[in-house]
């Protein structure tokens, strides 16, 4: 055998290996994307299956529904094939009150978190961008807001307006609960206006409206999504609450509405389960999935978050290796 075929024998043999620097970047990237794209973490799947599955059945529901405000029916039916949960004390189909109920919530969440969201932008950006006494001015209506207890503030106004729509209570709960996201976001601002980019765009004479927009906002953005997904959760919870107290909407038909037609029609005292259980359970799920998928963005902005699970990972191999060789 020839001494060049030696060589491509042994080159074959020999198992083919990358740099070590290489595949050390290619693992970092890997982990990298893995880490800034939420859309892998089971938290955000689960939450946004259940937020999915829930606004499909408000926007599908009603149209196989029936009037979700008829009483031609039966009074307190139990769940049946005609009526899948059954009727209320004036013959309300309940599933038609659910898919109807589900619009008037999910607009109110998201309705009241629109508002809480510009409004902790006014507040947030804009007094940790300027400083100086401009800062101090919104700073102090931002403590104001932030000392005064949202829920109490609500049911006062609430009670003084008789005639309440849906997005009466929603302009309320927002302009109620956006001092804690921009107590957050004027913080963070004022972390990013000493940055070396924001610097060199004010030097290069770019207006601080554009600052604020290109060089500023697309840092905020996953703090904003995660501030606004909380203001939905406080929103509808907030409705449910005011709606079961007697002070939420009284000319739409929402989960909290269904819940304080169940307390003034004595259902648990008559038995009626399914007049109640489901715009609970529904306002549990939609709060759950809404919740997970802020703790998923939470992750990705929070590094002890985003690393802890390696951590823990670490922590358990070194005592099962510890347990191993002693």
Same mark, same amino acid.
């Given at each position: 055998m020839s001494?060049?075929?030696?060589?491509a024998?042994?080159?074959?043999?020999q198992?083919?290996?990358?740099?070590?620097?290489?595949?050390?970047?290619?693992?970092?990237?890997?982990?990298k994307?893995?880490?800034?794209?939420?859309i892998?973490?089971p938290?955000?799947?689960?939450g946004?299956?259940?937020?999915?599955?829930?606004v499909?059945?408000a926007?599908i529901a009603?149209i196989?529904s029936q009037?979700p405000?008829?009483?031609d029916?039966p009074?307190?039916?139990? #769940?049946?094939?005609?009526?899948? &949960?059954?009727?209320?004390? @004036? %013959?309300?189909?309940?599933? /038609?009150?659910? $898919?109807?109920?589900?619009?008037?919530s999910?607009?109110?969440?998201?309705?009241a978190?629109?508002i809480a969201?510009?409004?902790?932008?006014?507040?947030?950006?804009?007094?940790g961008y300027?400083?100086?006494?401009r800062?101090?001015?919104?700073?102090?209506?931002?403590?104001?807001m932030?000392?005064?207890?949202?829920?109490?503030?609500?049911?006062?106004?609430a009670?003084?307006? #008789?005639q309440?729509?849906?997005? &009466?209570?929603?302009?309320? @709960? %927002?302009?109620?609960?956006? /001092?804690g996201? $921009?107590?957050?976001?004027?913080?963070?601002?004022?972390?990013?206006?000493?940055?070396?980019?924001?610097?060199?765009s004010?030097?290069?004479g770019?207006?601080?409206?554009?600052?604020?927009?290109?060089?500023?906002?697309?840092n905020l953005?996953?703090?904003?999504?995660?501030?606004?997904?909380?203001?939905?959760?406080?929103?509808i919870l907030?409705e449910?609450?005011?709606s079961?107290?007697?002070?939420?909407?009284?000319s739409?038909?929402?989960?909290?509405t269904?819940?304080?037609? /169940?307390?003034?029609?004595?259902?648990?005292?008559r038995?009626?389960?399914?007049?109640f259980?489901p715009?609970?359970i529904?306002?549990?799920?939609?709060?759950?999935?809404?919740?997970?998928?802020?703790?998923?963005?939470?992750?990705?902005?929070?590094?002890?978050?985003r690393n802890?699970?390696?951590a823990?990972?670490?922590?358990?191999?070194a005592?099962?290796?510890k347990?191993?060789?002693?």
């Amino acid at each position: 055998m020839s001494d060049t075929e030696n060589t491509a024998l042994i080159t074959r043999d020999q198992p083919t290996t990358q740099p070590a620097s290489t595949i050390s970047l290619a693992t970092q990237r890997g982990r990298k994307r893995r880490r800034v794209l939420p859309i892998t973490s089971p938290k955000f799947v689960v939450g946004a299956i259940l937020v999915l599955s829930i606004v499909l059945f408000a926007i599908i529901a009603p149209i196989f529904s029936q009037n979700p405000r008829s009483t031609d029916n039966p009074a307190l039916l139990p #769940p049946s094939p005609e009526h899948l &949960l059954g009727t209320t004390k @004036l %013959g309300n189909d309940m599933f /038609a009150q659910l $898919a109807i109920g589900a619009q008037g919530s999910l607009l109110v969440g998201v309705v009241a978190g629109g508002i809480a969201i510009v409004l902790s932008l006014v507040f947030g950006v804009l007094a940790g961008y300027l400083g100086g006494w401009r800062e101090d001015a919104l700073a102090l209506l931002t403590n104001v807001m932030i000392v005064i207890p949202g829920l109490p503030l609500v049911m006062v106004i609430a009670s003084f307006v #008789p005639q309440r729509s849906w997005q &009466l209570v929603a302009f309320v @709960l %927002g302009i109620t609960s956006w /001092a804690g996201a $921009a107590y957050v976001l004027r913080l963070q601002t004022r972390s990013l206006r000493t940055r070396d980019y924001v610097y060199a765009s004010k030097v290069a004479g770019e207006r601080s409206f554009r600052v604020i927009l290109v060089e500023i906002m697309p840092n905020l953005l996953p703090l904003l999504t995660a501030q606004f997904l909380f203001a939905i959760i406080f929103a509808i919870l907030g409705e449910a609450g005011l709606s079961y107290l007697g002070l939420g909407p009284n000319s739409s038909i929402t989960w909290g509405t269904i819940l304080n037609d /169940a307390q003034s029609g004595q259902a648990l005292g008559r038995g009626a389960w399914w007049w109640f259980v489901p715009p609970g359970i529904m306002i549990a799920l939609l709060g759950a999935g809404l919740a997970l998928i802020n703790f998923a963005i939470d992750e990705v902005i929070n590094p002890k978050l985003r690393n802890a699970p390696d951590a823990a990972r670490r922590v358990r191999k070194a005592a099962k290796t510890k347990g191993v060789a002693a």
